[in-house]
């Protein structure tokens, strides 16, 4: 087999991007069935991809003998039962965050990978294939700024959807700090705290929320998430170390000049800033799962490279741990699992 | 008299450029004495200043006829003392931060200005002078941003002295943010909180620190500390409001391309970035004291428009309740004196 | 057929890299052969890539039935035959700049295109596929600024061989500005005239140059080309229009701090600045063979959607007309051709 | 006389600029008289400034007992008049750009000057006193870039009076960058050549215009200039050597962030751009003076350290270069006097 068939669970803005991509830029890869809840919206996506059906549901999906791995890109709720499905069949998953919705959901799946005895399941933290983190996290690694210390991280969105409380703010939004700077700095996350100044958005959300994460030996990560910035989408991330700094470099293409300013555009949301990120995560996965079904096992556990099960369940633990901070009003220890087996391997 | 001599005590790094200052970009004024406890240095400024003698005292100095207003650059446990001398000479007083060692020690001074009945004494934080942060206050002041909610703020020094402890860190470098953040946003701070990362300075102390200070009405203000952060000197503050943001512009006169890099230079120390807010500020002083000479009050209670004696004593007390947070953990509140009706006027 | 299958000629730098690209990154295409003149070195890329095998000839590889396409990325005298061969044998092809080394021989394949009544040629003018060059021509021709009515160009080169001349620089380097900002402009070249400073470079070579372009209407393009800059490799362009400019924004992904400096780094070559212009470009000659071979025709004369032979002639034509102006001392007209009718149908 | 007394003809923007940064920001100086044609124009500027009186001719001010020194900001064909008035009373004066509305007539004042035996006129090229030009001359002089090869500079405003001819422009405006670059450059312009795009602002007039200077030894100077260029007042300039680049960096205080974008505002006219250098040309220019008059010389042949007759000649000759290019179409020789001995003192 040398192209990938694959199943796309979900067809709203993530999942119909995905599908996008994987016609247009991925190499060795197709999309040949796309299944959503609004059978309307499945069928008009595929009518625009040559090859690719509508199926009447993510279970008849999954098990089709016609789809070597499967995206789960459909609501939140749906992502643990349609990643057990995926272990079950035997087949590579890539889920959307978050992996499931509680952490004792992913400890299920979890479970199930242990019993399948194979890592199958790969989560959508994309910020791993930035060019950005990946250069930062390349730069903190080769040692040039000494140990970092501190990170300045900023996640800005314009508007998030009214009913939005602060718990899912940081259970689907904050989740990608959650999971990128632990990987960046090469450290587990042991404390986390909470702030939050007076609330922007109107009702009982509290909008912006600042989260403070304690790492192994003492690094801080300070977190701004502010969903209803208003003003544009925007992400920001310096580390500070003992020698010097690096951060992430703005991104634009073009500056323009008019009406008594000099200018760069921003971003209404997520997907211009991480298209780029998108597209490698889709390649990098599609390779793996060619490498491992090629037999060329390069010493991991299954055919995936990037972040797993376990990151998906870690990033589930520290949020939670963050809500209950939300609650307390103090610090909170992060508890977790001991790492199984199966996740040891091939992890920096 | 149109011409405001001036005693200048200490001829230290900060003393000797005021001297210089005030001798070639100064208004209306003029160096007639420097005093130090090292004579020889004191002669060796004078000596370059036509007009300016040596004193062999401090207090000499601020009772001389010849005298008409004092600063005080000398070390940090004079300050008080001779703040205290000068309001008992009636004259008016630029003193250096800390206004005196402790939050006890600078309630005396008040206690001194109430029964002169006169506000003499300025207090040298001269980010208020700072073309960068005057703009800063004034655009939020417009309401352009909406509520501000939040601020970042990163001071970094090259280097400090190794016996410096955390302790004087907060009280004689995070003074400058204590004072401006509250006078940006219009806002008392009520309540802060400390947090450090593993030790970068050898020793005991750590560094870096950061407090984050919560206003009236809830905003956060968190301040990065970085005493041996060794890359070079730098001040950051961005102001995060609900409808968009303020920030700091980089400090830079040239952009140089060289050896595979875009580069801008970085100072060594505080002058450079601050020393159009020194001159500004002694502009701004002498400027109050010819008018309050001449008899036009402005409505203000003395030859003062800036920083005040309470602006000084506020300052410790947050200082001071931070070194409490450092101890303890947790929150501390802040518990200061109500304002004296003498410090009440012109304050916005 | 689904699967285009490509047959790259020239394993250099730039072969080498267009392999990797499709092999790792382009949809719908494979690299079946590769050939060099020094066959040692195709097979050492062959062996890299599955499925691909090291032919003894290019002309062998053109006429291969196994191949359905062509990329040229051999010595700058091989473009010229090698692009005429792949039109007699009814192949797309993608020819690295330069078209041919002379205006004259450009003419032939323009000839022998309309001939067969097909165009079949891309010239690899890949600026026009970087993000920042397409986001600056849509703003320019949304009227944003106004008409255009002057541009800065600027490209600089850590370093060329010492043997190149100035007129090498111009009819290799200099022809991507002269492609791209024609494009930009919407607007054709009419005259153009050419400075020098003193010598850089050793020898007899002036370097750095401007060349300045006129276009229909008056607007002025001045590009400065600096090879031997020696402190990195760096493209600027800034658009100057009646009511506002536009220019590319720099482009990196991280920005660091130490040493008295805040620095983003510069690449030593174009590779890493045009790397995604490159991916683009392949996957977009791609989809127009596949778009043409299914019949899908758009308007469009030959599976060509990008820069195509009239292109790679007109830059060859404004490049010799430099050249004279180099000699001359004084502005030169460009003399061309009339468009064919084939290369009319879909020009903007 | 420790305080230098001036008098100020001319109270239009740039004479009432000058007249309130003396009096709030200049040491050892003082206005003591302001004149203008409109008399009540220059008694509302007097009134503003306590000891300052409105006279009713500029000449009688020039000759005036209670006067030190003479600025000249009335309109720019009273210049040469005013100044050679000036040194006939031998007084220092510091006329604003131009020196004289010809070359011709900035010869008289040379020849003024050499009767007199001594250089009384600093010419108001205030650019020579901006921190950033100063890095910028200093870094070049520096070696660190090694020879300089090439300047781009851009010069913009809002927009000019409708009746102002290309030749105004040149005369005027370009004036600021033909007296700044050589002196950058530490080189005399040899040759100039002009060029325009089409009209951008209605009527007659070219605009923008690039000029372009040779210096001696080739290195060239590429100037464009945009009166009309709505968007804002920019002024930018990078130096291009043989082993790296600088240039001015932006000049910003604030950025900020709403609506989509990421914004630096600009300013709508010179003053803000030029304010801290304008202060100090006059603190220099009044030093200079007071040096002069105790006798300490310095080497110098009179009161003034800045720019000179000889260099407000030299700019008009260049100047009046370029007109003749705009007519001609082609490049010009600049043909000037031999420097007279009384202007080779001091000069680098």
Redo the contacts between chains.
């Keep these: 087999m040398t192209t990938i068939r694959i199943g796309v669970i979900g067809t709203g803005v993530m999942g119909t991007d995905h599908v996008e991509t994987?016609?247009?830029?991925?190499?060795r890869?197709e999309v040949r069935a796309v299944a959503d809840i609004d059978v309307g919206r499945a069928e008009a996506v595929a009518a625009r991809i040559p090859g690719a059906k509508a199926l009447s549901s993510a279970e008849a999906l999954i098990e089709s003998a016609e789809i070597d791995a499967v995206i789960i890109a459909s609501s939140n709720p749906t992502h643990g039962p349609y990643t057990l499905a995926s272990i079950a069949a035997g087949k590579p998953v890539l889920c959307e965050k978050p992996l499931a919705e509680t952490a004792a959901e992913c400890e299920q799946i979890l479970r199930a990978e242990e019993t399948a005895g194979t890592r199958l399941v790969q989560i959508g933290f994309m910020r791993r294939y930035d060019?950005?983190y990946v250069?930062?996290r390349a730069?903190v690694a080769s040692g040039?700024?000494g140990?970092p210390?501190?990170a300045?991280c900023?996640h800005r969105n314009v508007s998030v959807p009214p009913l939005w409380t602060s718990e899912d703010i940081v259970l689907t939004s904050a989740v990608h700090e959650i999971d990128v700077m632990p990987w960046v700095f090469g450290r587990e996350v042991v404390n986390v705290?909470w702030?939050?100044?007076?609330p922007?958005a109107p009702g009982v959300r509290r909008d912006?929320q600042?989260a403070?994460l304690?790492l192994e030996?003492?690094?801080?990560i300070?977190i701004?998430l502010?969903m209803a910035?208003?003003?544009?989408y925007?992400i920001r991330c310096e580390i500070?170390g003992?020698?010097?700094?690096?951060?992430?470099?703005?991104v634009?293409?073009?500056?323009?000049?008019?009406?008594?300013?000099?200018?760069?555009?921003?971003?209404?949301d997520w997907r211009p800033r991480f298209a780029?990120a998108y597209r490698r995560e889709l390649?990098s996965w599609v390779?793996a799962i060619l490498a491992w079904n090629s037999g060329d096992l390069n010493n991991v556990s299954g055919p995936v490279h990037g972040p797993d099960a376990w990151d998906g369940y870690r990033a589930a633990v520290i949020a939670e741990a963050l809500v209950a901070s939300m609650s307390s009003g103090?610090p909170v220890r992060v508890e977790s699992l001991a790492i199984p087996g199966l996740y040891q391997q091939g992890r920096s």
């Design positions: 994987i016609s247009k830029s991925i190499a890869a060019p950005g250069e930062l730069r040039e700024i140990a210390l501190l300045h900023v705290n702030f939050s100044p007076m922007n912006p600042v403070i304690e030996g003492g690094a801080l300070f701004e502010f910035a208003n003003y544009g925007e500070v003992e020698k010097g700094t690096i951060e992430l470099a703005p634009a293409r073009t500056v323009s000049r008019s009406d008594l300013r000099v200018q760069v555009d921003l971003a209404a780029e390649q390779n103090g």
